[in-house]
């Protein structure tokens, strides 16, 4: 491989709203020792900072991010995180961290093996949500954060803040858990593993290239987006005009285009060591269960639970609050069901303003 096309492996294709200008990058060139015993010779983390660190360090907010999103918050939550919304710069020195196994400039599968010279691709060890907080917790150190005032995680992001909420319960002041869960469940493993093997039924998957099972991705997607909405979401939303045709509708049309959206900013390797990462979540496992994991939680705590969420149930936040002291479980009333983090801004401002009181 000549070092053009390796030069082209390792530079993501889409890291943020400004072409990637705020991204920051910390190398750490000591052996990164996983969950499993595997390890990997030195990572990379790529992270964006907004705001500034007041001298007390008390306006830390540290955003844990969802799946398939980045490094940067501004351009995957655009109505909570920037200059005028509910996370501004000018009150919070907010941080952002894209997480290990990703393709936003942390090291995942299409980074180059430093031991080889070439990508990772299939070779690319299994890492888990504790993996994935062993590397902010490197992150934090670096930029010398002591304590923080609030964690923030939505989906995979909320398994990222229960995790390291529990181990090391000292270092926070608040915790928001947004359409999460304690241990992943039969059900979310179920859509898992069937997006999995959309991607391993994409023969170029095995062939280690750039674009390798992207096709199988695009199915993958088109799996993930149905668990992502809901029956009632897609009713409306796809509705057809013309009740005459008998072909060519709205919905398929929708799947195959968010596919292929997809298609452009991901890559199949990711998207398939992510989706074991979050199979892997359990916050009991190693402490003695969940129930014991949960209650060693210190940080005031608030639990959102989106109405219409068919992926993460309001019972798995239920689960949530039951086992940890002092907790707040509020509802998301939303039509968006699992994607409704991503969209209701105005219902969240309310919320958060109410558990952080804020006028």
């Known amino acids: 491989m000549n070092t053009t096309e ?22 750490y060139a000591q052996e990164f020792e996983l969950e499993n015993g595997a390890s990997l010779p ?3 983390i790529a992270y964006t900072t907004y705001g500034k660190l007041n001298t007390d360090q008390s306006n830390v907010v540290w955003v844990c991010h969802a799946f398939t999103a980045n490094a940067d918050p501004v351009d995957w939550w655009p109505g909570m995180v920037g200059h005028g919304y509910f996370f501004d710069p000018e009150r919070y020195f907010i941080v952002c961290a894209n997480i290990l196994g990703s393709c936003y400039g942390t090291t995942g599968p299409l980074s180059i093996n430093p031991k080889t010279g070439n990508p990772y691709y299939r070779t690319f060890p299994q890492v888990t949500v504790r ?11 670096h930029l010398g954060i002591e304590k923080i005032y609030l964690v923030l995680g939505c989906s995979i992001g909320g398994h990222q803040a229960l995790e390291w909420t529990i181990s090391d319960p000292d270092l926070f002041e608040h915790a928001i858990y947004v359409a999460t869960n304690a241990v992943n469940t039969p059900w979310v493993a179920a859509f898992d593993e069937s997006q999995r093997l959309a991607i391993e039924a994409d023969s ?13 991705m695009k199915a993958a997607r088109s799996m993930a987006l149905i668990s992502y909405r809901n029956r009632n979401a897609y009713n409306l939303t796809q509705a057809e005009d ?23 900013r ?11 990462a979050l199979d892997s979540h359990n916050v009991g496992r190693g402490r003695g269960g969940y129930e014991k994991a949960l209650a060693r939680i210190k940080a005031k705590t608030l639990i959102i639970s989106i109405s219409s969420d068919l992926l ?5 936040q239920q689960l949530i609050h039951d086992h940890i002291p002092g907790s707040q479980l509020a509802m998301l009333d939303s039509f968006y069901g699992h994607d409704g983090f991503l969209l209701e801004f105005e219902k969240q401002n309310k919320i958060y303003k109410a558990f952080l009181n804020i006028e």
Request: charged share 30%; proline share 2%.
């Open 42 to 44: 030195e990572i990379e």
């Open 242 to 264: 013309d009740m005459e045709k008998t072909d060519e509708y709205k919905a398929s049309s929708y799947q195959a285009y968010q596919g292929d959206k997809l298609i452009k």
């Open 131 to 141: 993996d994935q907080v062993k590397a902010h917790e490197i992150l934090r150190h």
């Open 312 to 316: 993460f149930t309001t019972e798995d």
């Open 266 to 276: 991901f890559n199949a390797y990711s998207y398939y060591y992510l989706s074991k």
């Open 204 to 216: 170029t998957y095995f062939e280690d290239r750039p674009d390798g099972g992207a096709k199988g």
């Open 6 to 27: 390796t030069d082209c492996l390792i530079k993501p294709q889409y890291l943020s709203h400004d072409g990637g200008k705020n991204v920051q990058y910390l190398k």
